[in-house]
């Protein structure tokens, strides 16, 4: 059995996270991802995912795994460099460049290897990344990796944007990166005024869209798509698959330099095993939903605003969300899981977020939605909510 000399430290840290209320444990489900979850052997009606247009049991895109399975067998079984860059990969990349308005697409295997390849593989000693306060934990991450000098700025504050900037003016390259939807908050990013900045201080900016594509504009582009953005104007794009897309992995989407320069120093894209080829056959299947179908958007649209009307005249503590992230705040860390505790006892689930995901006193309850959500179970997580937080 292995075990470290320093044991016992950790099982003091380890009480002290139970005694504070901040132990993560793992849950178990049984069954597709959906509405309807199974966890831990008890049904659930789930709000607490990230599948927002409820693609990821859709049938076509089962059956286009399955057939590349049949095809192209389950590994990928090497690196993009070596013989892991399968016919569905390329054509997956072809596809997301055009979705995106975009010179090219890399593919990734996850979010997080995206982003931390992308700040790593362009960004370097006596470059400076200027990030939100509220980005993603992969993309401070990528900032310490690279050995990029980082400057943060306070969330959404372009005033202290642009001081930063300004702070940073020695500085060989600049980048600054934000999330398109945040994920904690849902808020959206204020990308016009981000792209201002940067054509002034002469600096790139990176957009995580996790959260964004599939959901944000007309036909599901983002960020890019929500503004009216012109071609003139694109940031560099990090998207991922789990979440709208219902699938798994990520891209980056830029010109044809960045693209080249991330095939030759991005780590996490070089020394790692393409993702599986029926996996890139899922997203090209997906890709085409997220364009052809508007209606789920136009639903997810609906239900968001029936909730956050439901939950104002419950007077619940809602934070400033448009997206498919409905975050109710509630401050206090044991509250909020007490709460979450009496909600899965009426049969829902949603998510229960404390320190250090969210600063201190802003636990919160992270509800999510799908356009495979219905009205009623939309009006029943609120009648819950009015009982369990009356009391």
């Not at 593989?121 to 690279?146: E, F, P, W, Y």
């Not at 960045?258 to 090209?284: F, G």
């Not at 085409?288 to 029936?306: F, G, N």
Request: glycine residues 8%.
């Amino acid at each position: 059995m292995a075990s470290l000399p320093w044991s016992q430290q950790l099982v003091e840290q380890l009480a002290d996270k139970k005694a504070t209320g901040r132990y993560r444990r793992q849950r178990t489900r049984l069954g597709e991802q959906g509405v309807h979850v199974v966890i831990d052997g008890q049904k659930r009606l789930s709000f607490c995912s990230n599948d927002y247009l409820g693609l990821a049991s859709h049938p076509a895109l089962k059956k286009a795994f399955i057939d590349a399975v049949e095809q192209e067998g389950v590994g990928a079984g090497a690196a993009h460099l070596l013989t892991g860059h399968s016919h569905y990969h390329q054509k997956l990349e072809l596809a997301l460049a055009e979705f995106t308005g975009q010179q090219r697409v890399l593919l990734f295997s996850s979010g997080y290897q995206a982003n931390m390849g992308i700040i790593d593989g362009l960004m370097t000693r006596g470059d400076t990344v200027i990030q939100d306060k509220l980005n993603h934990a992969s993309l401070l991450d990528g900032s310490r990796l690279s050995e990029a000098d980082l400057l943060r700025y306070p969330h959404a504050n372009m005033s202290l944007l642009h001081k930063r900037l300004d702070k940073a003016c020695t500085a060989k390259n600049k980048l600054i990166v934000s999330d398109g939807v945040f994920s904690m908050d849902g808020d959206i990013a204020p990308l016009p005024e981000i792209m201002a900045q940067a054509k002034q201080h002469h600096a790139a900016v990176l957009l995580d869209e996790a959260h964004a594509l599939g959901v944000l504009g007309e036909h599901g582009r983002g960020s890019v798509e929500y503004w009216n953005l012109g071609q003139d104007e694109l940031p560099i794009i990090m998207g991922t698959f789990g979440k709208a897309f219902g699938t798994s992995g990520a891209f980056i989407a830029a010109d044809d330099e960045v693209i080249e320069t991330l095939i030759q120093q991005a780590r996490s894209y070089v020394y790692t095993t393409a993702q599986p080829a029926a996996i890139a056959a899922a997203t090209l299947a997906s890709l085409t939903l997220v364009e052809q179908e508007s209606w789920r958007r136009e639903k997810l649209q609906s239900l968001i605003s029936q909730f956050r009307a439901g939950a104002k005249q419950l007077g619940l503590n809602l934070m400033d969300s448009s997206t498919a992230i409905q975050p109710v705040l509630i401050g206090d860390d044991q509250q909020a899981i007490n709460i979450g505790k009496a909600l899965e006892e009426k049969g829902l689930l949603v998510g229960v977020i404390r320190p250090p995901t969210v600063p201190e006193g802003s636990a919160r309850l992270r509800i999510t939605f799908s356009a495979n959500h219905t009205e009623q179970q939309v009006t029943q997580l609120l009648d819950a909510l009015e009982v369990i937080c009356a009391d």
